[in-house]
């Protein structure tokens, strides 16, 4: 994560949201002196289940809980921490109450609910950020030769991406959010895909224009009984003739 920012005043934070991974980046914004979190905030119509997370996370850091509809004068930036699902809903209702939004991945789970996000960030004048890897010491150490031009542009990249699965093994209450469609959006594609696109784009400039997928449920019991994917591959062509495969 970059180092924090030189300024007289932190940034007040909203975590909306408290399901997955909301305590990992609580954790990291008190390593840090240019971010604060001062409430929780949640949907009055959401789960019992995401209600009593909510609730429980405000309790812990001693901070109020509020209607996720009605933080406009509670911080400038709300974190999306919902399941998944409801990111694109949640980050939309943010923006629209003008607060920067940075988005637990993925932003959304259907063209339709990202076209929404931009809407929001248009109408509401913020930027929406989504959870990337493509800020790593590695990744902007490979742009900054890209760029440089000691490289040159890549014609061709290829991307292995591998997951354990280790945060599911800690935490098997949660696997739901990743294998539940209706939770979820989809599989380990819809999970994990935007990690290594981001890190192209980071690195060659270039922007995708066509993509092919396939996905299948192979290997982990689990997904197949969902009916979800636990491997998948992607070919894209990205502007400037890139052809990418993950």
Do not use: W
């Not at 409801?86 to 003008?98: K, N, V």
């Not at 890897?133 to 290829?158: E, F, K, Q, T, W």
């Not at 696997?175 to 989809?186: E, F, M, Q, T, Y």
């Not at 995708?208 to 449920?217: L, M, Q």
């Amino acid at each position: 994560m970059p180092e924090p920012m030189e300024s007289a005043e932190p940034i007040d934070v909203v975590v909306v949201g408290a399901v997955r991974h909301a305590r990992t980046y609580a954790e990291v914004i008190d390593g840090r002196t240019d971010l604060r979190i001062v409430a929780v905030a949640e949907e009055s119509d959401a789960s019992p289940r995401a209600r009593a997370a909510a609730q429980q996370l405000a309790q812990e850091r001693h901070v109020p809980l509020l209607d996720a509809g009605d933080v406009s004068s509670a911080g400038r930036l709300a974190l999306i921490c919902s399941e998944p699902t409801r990111h694109a809903r949640l980050a939309a209702t943010a923006l629209r109450q003008g607060l920067h939004v940075l988005c637990d991945k993925p932003m959304a789970t259907t063209g339709a609910d990202a076209a929404a996000v931009v809407e929001a960030a248009r109408e509401g004048g913020g930027v929406c950020a989504v959870v990337t890897r493509a800020l790593s010491p590695a990744v902007v150490s490979a742009a900054a030769i890209v760029a440089s031009g000691r490289l040159g542009l890549p014609r061709s990249v290829d991307i292995e991406f591998l997951s354990d699965g280790a945060y599911l093994v800690e935490h098997p209450d949660e696997l739901d959010l990743v294998i539940d469609p209706a939770l979820s959006g989809g599989g380990e594609l819809m999970n994990f895909l935007g990690y290594p696109i981001d890190v192209v784009r980071a690195i060659t400039g270039c922007e995708p224009v066509d993509v092919y997928a396939r996905a299948g449920a192979l290997t982990i019991p689990s997904h197949i009984e969902a009916g979800v994917d636990d491997i998948g591959t992607a070919s894209l062509e990205f502007t400037n003739g890139l052809v990418v495969s993950v």
